[in-house]
């Protein structure tokens, strides 16, 4: 499975985006995926995921509020929806499909890995 991060770009704060993950060679409409991000100069950190059927989810408890994670299985693409944003949440976003069908938090069980889209919040 081959993934490709898209929909970063640069936005005011208190503004919205959406990314996309979007997978190619094969469908990860049974895996379980995942996004992560890296700031400059911080450790990567993980942002939402999403179970196979998009059933369960988990959001990062700094972002609950304003990140939703959902998938559309029939177009191969997951999506992070990033509302109020802060010029803390710029960074490198990464998305990663899991070996099984259920959702993870940890990047070790996350086999699959896309280039990441950067997003940058200026205030």
Known sequence: VQLQASGGGLVQAGGSLRLSCAASRRTFSNNG????????????????????????????ESVKDQFTISRNNAKNTVYLQMNSLKPEDT??????????????TNPQNLRYWGKGTLVTVSS
């Open 91 to 104: 960074a490198v976003y990464y998305c990663a499909a899991a070996l099984g069908s259920q959702a993870t």
């Open 33 to 60: 995926v995942s996004w992560f991000r890296q700031a400059p100069g911080k450790e990567r950190e993980f942002v939402a995921a999403i179970d196979w059927r998009g059933g369960n989810t988990y959001t990062a």
